[in-house]
């Protein structure tokens, strides 16, 4: 399968780019945490991922506003407006109501949506969402303050350096080849043009 045509729909004012493959018996839109919507279909993993959803069901995708080939406002919105911007993908492919896959952060938004639009959800997958990043009193699974407050510094002073996303890369596959490397590397530095986040 090759790359899927990428499309946009408004999202209030904001351009929110989406594609949809195959073309099975209901519709399952799936959300990432971070995207560019042609990098995964360059990576023979993801695209054998998304060629497996898309034999079974009509594979709708979409770069979140702030990412990849969506519009880069620069306030990215409440998690209402987020949220919205999977109504808007839904509404332009004529869907009624979809399976929502949340994949990290991209799990919010979905699961905000079949709240806020039960009659539209199907189901709902969630894949290592969190409820929140911070660990507090009554939520003891997240980091530390001071932990996430060093990881943000991290993003911010070597977001787009090379050393940085091949140690990215290696924390998330050990069994990463050089080709594997090379395709995370190319893929951060395109969901987040304009420089670091």
Request: aromatic share 12%; hydrophobic share 40%; proline share 6%.
């Amino acid at each position: 399968m090759d790359v899927p045509e990428i499309h946009y729909t408004r999202s209030g004012d904001v351009a929110i780019a989406y594609q949809v493959a195959g073309g099975g018996t209901f519709d399952l839109v799936f959300v990432p945490t971070f995207a560019n919507l042609v990098f995964p279909w360059l990576n023979r993993d993801w695209k054998s991922f998304y060629e497996r959803l898309a034999s079974f069901a009509r594979l709708i995708m979409l770069d979140k506003r702030g990412t990849g080939l969506s519009d880069r406002p620069r306030d990215l919105g409440t998690l209402e407006a987020r949220m919205d911007d999977i109504r808007a993908v839904l509404d332009a492919v004529g869907a009624e109501r979809a399976v929502l896959v949340g994949a990290g952060g991209g799990g919010q938004p979905c699961a905000m949506f079949a709240a806020t639009y039960p009659e539209r959800t199907r189901a709902l997958v969630l894949v290592n969402t969190p409820a929140r990043a911070v660990k507090t009193e009554d939520y003891p699974y997240g980091l530390e303050p001071d932990a996430w407050r060093e990881q943000l510094r991290e993003v911010r002073q070597l977001w787009g350096e090379r050393d940085y996303f091949e140690h990215q890369a290696r924390r998330a596959n050990p069994s990463a080849d050089d080709e594997f490397v090379d395709w995370f590397v190319t893929c951060q530095r395109s969901m987040q043009a304009r420089g670091r986040p």
